[in-house]
């Protein structure tokens, strides 16, 4: 069997391969860099968020490119189907329906934005307390939301229309509520698991105060759950405020929304379905991107997808 020869050349001293073992192999990246990359990646995602994007450019836009007033009865125009003078068509006043989606849009998109902002200051301040400090504090703050959770949604939003007027406002303190228990839970569990990590007793044994360990430390570690949270809150907000609206229970006259829409369409509903199909169609459409939006968010920050 015959030997192969190694000459001289073949050979390098391995000084010369020291610097490549110091090279970093890929780039170093943030975990929020890495989370929108994979995020980029969820094409169904981006595609929500397009959706809501178009949506909330069409709710101050759709009313005057209509060039129709959405509060203006027309009889001898009432029950058109959709054509040319009216996109959507109209409904039994009269009033054009492509007008009256896209005001009802600003006020549903409002509802389920401002009652999720509500939900998500109220939750994190309530639930980032009992959290952090524990024992005798967390039970009772937590009694308190199971108490809240516990009395019916629909009781508590009749008594506060007995107790206010009928309005915008009124549905949205109903929504809050009880509307922040579920983000307050989610942040009190994610802060009772961060409250033992080594960098929070690090801080602590430097002299941070209680406020700082919760504004620099812990809460922004809880971010991701947060975020998931809080676009599925919205759709939840929306909905609701569809429900109440149909119930009767919604904004006044003659403000629309999305849910005022569809009550009062039903009634016709057997001969005139475009009015109902509409607003419900842009329900749907709403609560899916935001729904897909946090399930996209829900993926992309996951630490245990990061690679």
């Not at 189907?81 to 007008?99: K, M, V, Y």
């Not at 509802?111 to 524990?134: H, Q, R």
């Not at 109903?174 to 080594?198: K, P, S």
Request: net charge neutral; charged share 20%.
């Amino acid at each position: 069997m015959e030997q192969t020869q190694l000459k001289d050349k073949d050979f390098r001293p391995i000084q010369d391969f020291q610097g490549d073992a110091e090279k970093i192999a890929g780039e170093s990246t943030s975990y929020w860099k890495d989370a929108w990359r994979r995020f980029k990646k969820n094409k169904l995602a981006l595609a929500g968020i397009i959706v809501i994007i178009l949506l909330g450019i069409m709710a101050f836009i759709g009313q005057p490119i209509s060039g129709e007033d959405y509060r203006s009865n027309d009889l001898l125009s009432a029950n058109q189907p959709p054509s040319a003078d009216h996109w959507f068509g109209t409904d039994n006043l009269g009033r054009d329906i492509f007008a009256r989606t896209w005001e009802g849009a600003k006020i549903s998109l409002f509802i389920g934005l401002m009652a999720a902002l509500l939900d998500l200051i109220i939750g994190i301040i309530w639930g980032s307390i009992a959290g952090f400090f524990g024992g005798k504090t967390d039970e009772s703050m937590m009694r308190i939301a199971d108490i809240l959770y516990g009395v019916p949604y629909l009781l508590v939003v009749i008594l506060l229309m007995v107790v206010m007027d009928q309005g915008l406002w009124t549905m949205i303190i109903a929504m809050t509520v009880t509307g922040w228990i579920n983000m307050a839970r989610i942040v009190r569990g994610q802060v009772m698991q961060l409250r033992a990590e080594e960098y929070v007793m690090a801080a602590k044994s430097l002299g941070a105060g209680n406020f700082r360990l919760l504004s620099k430390h812990l809460i922004p570690n809880t971010l991701g759950p947060i975020l998931v949270t809080l676009t599925l809150t919205v759709p939840n907000a929306i909905f609701t405020e569809a429900f109440l609206s149909f119930l009767g229970l919604g904004v006044p006259a003659p403000l629309a929304s999305w849910g005022t829409m569809t009550n009062d369409a039903l009634g016709a509903f057997q001969y005139y379905p475009y009015q109902l199909f509409f607003p419900a169609f842009f329900i749907c459409l709403t609560m899916l991107a935001f729904n897909v939006i946090g399930d996209g968010l829900r993926d992309a920050l996951d630490p245990k997808e990061r690679k």
